[in-house]
RNA sequence: GGUGCGGUAGCCAAGUGGUAAGGCCGAGCUCUGCAAAAGCUCUAUUCGGCGGUUCGAUUCCGCCCCGCACCUCCA
């Protein structure tokens, strides 16, 4: 089945198709800006590019994709962040960056192709903004910054939907010292030292020395990795304006064709029914999460939970729903395993070709689910209703499930979950917390039960909880 | 004011012109000294409100109410 997604240039749902010779998907995602931790709505997009980008391996091969996911890391915050902390711009984006890989890591996020930060395209940039000022799309202002010429292309808007008539209203208040029209935008900023500090670069030619536009670093950087002309352009609903709006003025006007496609913007997550702040208290990374007792699995899971184009609403009863939905899918996995006679070991690579799967048993609805504009929850869905009504042979069976297995492997595979299926090594409990067990289980074995649960209130207290078997117990920390 | 998205069980969330997926929570049962885990079973006569179209609407249309987001540098 053809992968379709809606496109909200032309708002209708398009097949994806690769345009170029050689047959690659060339994929650009808008990434992050590094001068904080990134939150779970930055990575609720990230999530599902990322399951976009496994759907695009799997219809066109892992080859044939070319998936670029840039790094702001200079702009108003970064370098806000660099004066506030008085250190160097690279010092912070280095350290934001990599704290970033190291979420990207734990949510099980494909790297990137490509990478490119703004800093290291500065060469591009410029080159583009050179192109725009010779074709008369763009101007120097008299303090030397360079700004796009919007009246010079009329079809500007057309993804926004957004008028002319429009900007110039909401505008009428920005600031509009250097620029012809105050709906023009900046694609080269002058310098300005008591803002930029040591942050400058030599300008196009005839601007002065500055930074680039935040807009032209996606535009350049799409050009230089992957051509003129893209297949697919994806972000967070709040880049559709301004942001791929200049994009495409920009592109287009430099190179005279269409820019991207088709274009995908998934919609924001809420938190507890609201927009993530800091000051209402609701804003969550991961890192917060993971330090709260919650798998980074859950997490990606709990962000595919609702259909991506629609606002998802976060709540830390969502992320325990999600938890023990994967909880299901394991024991269903363990139980194929089981009857199978298959190591766990096996099982992430049980299915060891890229391909889809040539023949699909109960789960084959969950890839069609997912090809029809990416549609998660509503493959989550029947991925639970298949599971529940999986029928396994009573007895024993020579039968291997090696369909089921190969095709639970796939789509696992898709949404980017990796399941536990080892036995879990419990966390080392500290030696009170385990002097109390030992007292507690030689009261049981004692039968003295009221010794017992007394000290198993206690453990409790203390934030474990243990866990009987016939033969010895184990200890789990509780969430906090 | 403009643009866009939405209001479905206690919570999260799909979906369709023909009578409501799935997950969580909860309840019951099995197992168990207790607890946990696991398994099984049950859980919306109803889809924000009011009209309309229709044999039939939660699904299409109109109006109203409510929520969320974006509107020059937020994924």
Redesign the pocket.
């Known amino acids: 089945m053809a992968i379709r997604l809606f496109d909200s240039l032309t708002r209708t749902t398009r097949e994806l198709q690769p345009s170029h010779a050689d047959g690659v998907f060339r994929f650009y995602n ?4 590094v001068y904080a931790p ?2 779970i ?2 990575f ?3 999530v599902v590019n990322d399951v976009l980008r496994r759907l695009l391996e799997l219809e066109f091969g892992a080859n044939k994709v070319k998936h670029v996911r840039n790094l ?1 890391d200079v ?3 970064t370098i806000g962040q660099a004066k506030k902390e008085s250190r160097p711009l690279a010092d912070i984006t280095q350290h934001w960056t990599k704290l970033f890989h190291e979420d990207c890591t734990a949510l099980n996020l494909l790297p990137p192709h490509h990478e490119p930060t703004a800093t290291g395209t500065i060469k591009e940039q410029v080159n583009m903004i050179e192109v725009l000022m010779e074709k008369g799309h763009a101007y120097r202002a008299p303090d030397g910054s360079v700004y796009f010429k ?1 009246a010079t292309f009329p079809g500007y808007g057309g993804l ?4 002319e008539r ?2 110039k ?3 009428a208040v ?1 600031d509009a010292d250097h620029k012809d029209s ?2 023009d ?2 694609l080269w ?1 002058a310098y300005k030292p008591e803002e930029d500090g040591a942050v400058k670069w030599p300008g196009p030619r005839g601007a002065g020395e500055g930074r680039p ?2 807009h032209i670093e996606c535009s350049a950087m799409s050009k230089s990795l992957l051509g003129d002309t893209i297949d697919l352009h994806t ?9 791929h709006e ?1 994009e495409i003025a920009q592109s287009q006007c430099c190179n005279g064709t269409t820019f991207a496609r088709h274009w995908y ?6 938190v507890d ?4 702040s800091k000051s209402k208290g609701n804003y969550y990374t991961l890192r917060d999460l993971v330090a709260k007792g919650y798998d980074p699995m859950a997490v990606r899971y ?1 962000l595919l ?3 991506p ?5 976060f ?1 830390l ?2 992320l ?3 938890e ?2 994967i ?2 899918i394991e ?1 269903y996995a363990k139980k194929l395993l089981s009857y199978g006679a298959i190591t766990a070991a096996e099982f992430p690579d049980y299915f060891k070709t890229t391909d889809k799967p040539k023949v699909w048993g109960v789960l084959g609805i969950v890839w069609d689910m997912l090809c029809d504009d990416l ?1 998660t ?2 493959a ?6 298949a599971i ?1 009504a999986f029928q396994f042979p009573t007895g024993p069976s020579p039968y291997r499930f090696e369909i089921e297995l190969a095709e639970l492997s796939k789509v696992m595979f898709m949404f980017g979950l990796r399941l536990s299926l080892e036995e879990k090594k419990s966390a080392v409990a500290p030696a009170e917390i385990t002097a109390l067990a030992e007292k507690r289980w030689a009261a ?1 074995a004692a039968k003295d ?2 010794t ?2 007394a000290l ?1 209130k206690e453990i409790a207290a203390a934030g474990w ?5 016939k033969d010895g117990y184990s200890l ?1 920390q509780l969430k906090k």
């Open positions: 808008c990434g992050p800006t990134a939150h709505g930055n609720r997009t990230f702001t702009d108003d915050r919007l926004s939907r957004i008028k429009e900007l209203i909401t505008n920005a105050v709906s935008f900046a900023k536009g935040w972000g967070g609903v709040d880049l559709l304006f301004p942001h200049n913007h998934s919609e924001h997550l809420l029914g609201t927009t993530m709990a939970a609702g259909h184009r629609k606002q998802l609403n709540t009863d969502s325990h729903a999600a023990s939905a909880k299901r024991s549609s929850a509503l989550l869905g029947h991925l639970h209703k529940n049981k039960f009221a017992a649960d198993r909880s243990m866990l009987d078997r789990e």
